[in-house]
């Protein structure tokens, strides 16, 4: 990259000042190819012994061992003590679940969105939160012609959508004051709010009564109502919103949209938690390596 060039938000700078540093991200790279490479193994194993996974991936045995143990400490590999030897452990099976999860989530929400779309004739949408964006990942489009267009995977700015506030609320204080840090908030109409402070104190009023709004705080002419949605753990993992074009808004109009959509996600919840895998129990696995 160019030194003049402008990195995109969040983004890294890639720095070389030394032969030094350049030896030591060589060897982090290394290892974090090693611990890959283990899992690939597992994967296509199934079960293998020490010996067996040290030979097979020409690991160092100076250092395999401690490599192995980080790894199980961690949950991704398991050791059976009966049998010595190593799996794939329960905390890989939670990080793949995790990435499934918004393929079930769309699929549970979109059906009961499409009849909330019915009920208030307004397009309603789907999103989670990713940094200080919210990213839609399902949209169910109001019939009228006057209609908020938006699509799959667009992302905007959290602070300026209620879909936003409706999960930066989902967030504890001290994980937002850290996302925060050192953040601009971009104005993008005259009531977008661009002080922490202020979005710091809406956010706690959206906890209070459950609902965020955007009012016309994106794009002028439109209003939304959004709330979160929650896992069987309580945690905001989504939010969904019906939007609605200014002229068509009003206290009345938000009052049977905040009904209908508190029923709504409600009723994903109760879905989502009957869908919740049943964990079986699980064979008692070692936490340290064999000596």
């Known amino acids: 990259m160019a030194s003049g060039a402008r990195l995109p938000p969040g983004a890294t700078r890639m720095t070389t000042p030394g032969q030094g540093a350049d030896e030591n991200s060589a060897r982090a790279v290394k290892s974090a190819d090693r611990v890959l490479a283990v899992l690939e193994y597992l994967a296509k194993e199934g079960e293998a012994s020490f010996g067996a996974i040290v030979k097979d991936l020409a690991l160092p045995l100076s250092s395999a061992h401690q490599l192995l143990q980080t790894i199980m400490w961690r949950g991704f590999i398991e050791l059976d003590p009966s049998t010595r030897l190593f799996r794939l452990g329960f905390r890989l099976w939670e990080v793949a679940q995790s990435y499934a999860m918004t393929d079930d989530l769309v699929s549970l929400a979109q059906p009961l ?154 009723n994903l919840e109760n879905r989502m938690s009957a869908q919740a895998p049943r964990l079986t129990s699980r064979p008692e696995v070692a936490r340290e390596l064999p000596r």
Do not use: W
């Open 113 to 266: 969105m499409d009849q909330l779309t019915t009920t208030t004739t307004e397009t309603v949408q789907l999103a989670r939160l990713e940094g200080l964006d919210n990213v839609y990942l399902a949209i169910s489009e109001s019939p009228h012609p006057m209609k908020l267009v938006s699509s799959v995977g667009k992302r905007l700015p959290a602070h300026a959508t209620g879909l936003g506030k409706a999960l930066l609320a989902g967030l504890d204080d001290d994980e937002l004051d850290r996302r925060l840090s050192g953040v601009t908030l971009a104005s993008f109409t005259e009531r977008t709010i661009t002080d922490q402070k202020i979005l710091l104190a809406e956010l706690k009023r959206v906890r209070s009564r459950g609902f965020g709004y955007d009012n016309e705080e994106y794009v002028v002419g439109c209003r939304c109502v959004a709330a979160p949605v929650r896992n069987t753990s309580g945690r905001v993992i989504a939010a969904m919103s019906v939007s609605v074009p200014t002229p068509r808004f009003n206290q009345e109009v938000a009052r049977q949209i905040r009904t209908a959509l508190k029923e709504t996600v409600k």
